[in-house]
């Protein structure tokens, strides 16, 4: 059963860094793009940063060098470090492979503020 798990949320002032990490099963892992989304109350959810089967990773321009998206295929776990942080980035932040775009895990919250 294709199943993610988020973790890493945390309440941050302006300015500070967390790491979010998601732990992906039920899949061959290191085959597939991974993604990082974010849902703002209120509003409709975005992509954030997206990381190739080689490991290349694009982003939002909203988050472009601030965040880094990383992955560990040994530990089947896609990693977001994000710097810098605002109160816009607060959200709830899941990841997801698209091509199993009907699983989604619980999120894990982040709050900039001061």
């Known amino acids: 059963q294709v199943q993610f798990v988020e973790s890493g949320g945390d309440l941050v002032q302006p300015g500070g860094s967390l790491r979010l990490s998601c732990a992906a099963s039920?899949?061959?892992?290191?085959?597939?793009?991974m993604r990082w989304y974010r849902q703002a109350s209120g509003h409709e959810r975005e992509v954030v940063a997206t990381?190739?089967?080689?490991?290349?990773?694009t982003y939002a321009d909203s988050v472009k060098g601030r965040f880094t998206i990383s992955r560990d295929n040994a530990k089947n776990t896609v990693y977001l470090q994000m710097n810098n942080l605002k109160p816009e980035d607060t959200a709830v932040y899941y990841c997801?492979?698209?091509?199993?775009?009907?699983?989604w895990g619980q999120g894990t919250q982040v709050t900039v503020s001061s």
């Open positions: 997801q492979a698209p091509f199993f775009d009907k699983h």
């Open positions: 039920g899949f061959a892992f290191s085959g597939f793009v």
């Open positions: 990381i190739a089967t080689n490991g290349t990773g």
